[in-house]
């Protein structure tokens, strides 16, 4: 089965527009996992734009579907991330400066710095996803690092799709079907994400190696109109459907 993480980080973005507590992204995760999301994903920045240290707190305690960590592979976040111990945690890159995570992880250059980065974080039981563009040599490091997972990164396919650059859309496909395959024949697990909307989600889903997709910002403008709960069961209705045939 293909799984679907929803990813609550725009609920805190609404709410640190105002301060205060409301909307509630524990509330939210609640209400996703009500609606049929198989996991919840959050990325507690640097820089706190929008998850804040006691969301984490809040969805550690209240959700009873897993919860995927997303942060930068800073000493601050291992340390979060050790004292959670979170069911995975992925790591992207972070820029101060970017309104979302752009691209994906530089792991071959950091080769060693991030093997020793997860190691503790795998031993403290968490599975440890790393999210990197549809290139083989990112692939190949990270399965060197000792990931168990690794995340592709769809905003690039998203992009195409949204500015009507349907042919290089098509080539960025086709590479995101190639490296799940290859790197499903290492032994990684296959997640994608970044960017999915209803109009780009079925061809991603119909890819066989992938089995975990993390959808947040679509998601959550989409419920403004809808509701969350129809937001995410149409977003399921879409990707079983793509699965099927
Ligand atoms: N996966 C990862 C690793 C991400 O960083 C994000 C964005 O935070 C997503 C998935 C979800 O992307 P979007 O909010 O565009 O659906």
């Known amino acids: 089965m293909l799984r679907l993480g929803v990813n609550i980080d725009h609920v805190a973005t609404v709410r640190n527009a105002r301060g205060g507590a409301y909307?509630?992204?524990?509330?939210?995760?609640k209400l996703a996992q009500e609606a049929g999301a198989d996991g919840i994903t959050a990325h507690l920045r640097e820089d706190r734009r929008h998850i804040m240290d006691a969301d984490i707190d809040g969805l550690m305690e209240e959700l009873t579907?897993?919860?995927?960590f997303e942060m930068a592979a800073t000493d601050e976040m291992q340390?979060?991330?050790?004292?959670?111990?979170p069911h995975a945690v992925c790591i992207v890159p972070e820029k101060r400066e970017e309104k979302t995570t752009e691209?994906?992880?530089?792991?071959?250059?950091?080769?060693n710095r991030l093997a020793h980065f997860i190691a503790p974080l795998r031993d403290a039981g968490c599975r440890v996803s790393i999210f990197i563009a549809a290139d083989r040599p990112q692939i190949e490091a990270a399965h060197r690092i000792g990931a168990q997972v690794i995340e592709l990164h769809t905003g690039a396919y998203c992009d195409f799709h949204a500015e009507g650059r349907f042919d290089e859309r098509d080539e960025e496909l086709k590479r995101l079907a190639e490296m799940a395959k290859f790197a499903h024949s290492?032994?990684?697990?296959?997640?994608?994400?970044?960017?999915?909307?209803?109009?780009?989600?079925?061809?991603?889903?119909?890819?066989?190696?992938?089995?975990e997709l993390n959808i947040g910002h679509f998601l959550m403008g989409e419920?403004?109109?809808?509701?969350?709960?129809?937001?995410?069961?149409?977003?399921r209705r879409l990707m079983d459907e793509a699965r099927a045939t």
């Open 186 to 211: 290492l032994g990684l697990e296959v997640h994608a994400g970044h960017g999915l909307t209803y109009e780009t989600v079925q061809p991603i889903a119909a890819l066989p190696e992938v089995i």
């Open 79 to 85: 340390a979060i991330a050790l004292r959670h111990k």
């Open 103 to 111: 691209g994906g992880l530089e792991v071959a250059r950091e080769e």
């Open 23 to 29: 909307p509630d992204p524990v509330r939210a995760a």
């Open 65 to 68: 579907i897993p919860l995927n």
């Open 223 to 235: 419920s403004l109109f809808v509701g969350m709960e129809d937001a995410i069961k149409e977003m």
